[in-house]
Nanobody, 122 residues
């Protein structure tokens, strides 16, 4: 079992930046790919970014490419999502997720955090 706890959400003006963190605990000796997803009010949860265990492979949704950066520090069992040039449409609850295999498909992730709210004002 792996427990995931997100932090770093908050209220920011359009054009601003936030950095989300996702701390893993429990069975962290296993190698996990990590992903970030988000769910806006009234919408389905969607993929944002994913990173492989070694950090050598990343993937981004087109809507965040060039603005968001996913990274990880395996020594700290933490994954980050640096979000720059934020837009009101980035407002959502952001979730991190972990899976043994490299994937960016929501249904394939085994472990999920509780989410952190990001609100971008115009």
């Amino acid at each position: 079992q792996v427990q995931l706890v997100e932090s770093g959400g908050g209220l920011v003006q359009a054009g601003g930046s936030l950095r989300l963190s996702c701390a893993a605990s429990g069975r962290t000796s296993s190698r996990y790919a990590m992903g970030w997803f988000r769910q806006a009010p009234g919408k389905e949860r969607e993929f944002v970014a994913a990173i492989s265990w070694a950090g050598t492979t990343t993937r981004y949704a087109d809507s965040v490419k060039g603005r968001f950066t996913i990274s990880r520090d395996n020594a700290k069992n933490t994954v980050y999502l640096q979000m720059n040039s934020l837009k009101p449409e980035d407002t959502a609850v952001y979730y991190c997720a972990a899976d043994y295999d490299w994937t960016f498909e929501e249904d394939e992730y085994d472990y999920w955090g509780q989410g952190t709210q990001v609100t971008v004002s115009s």
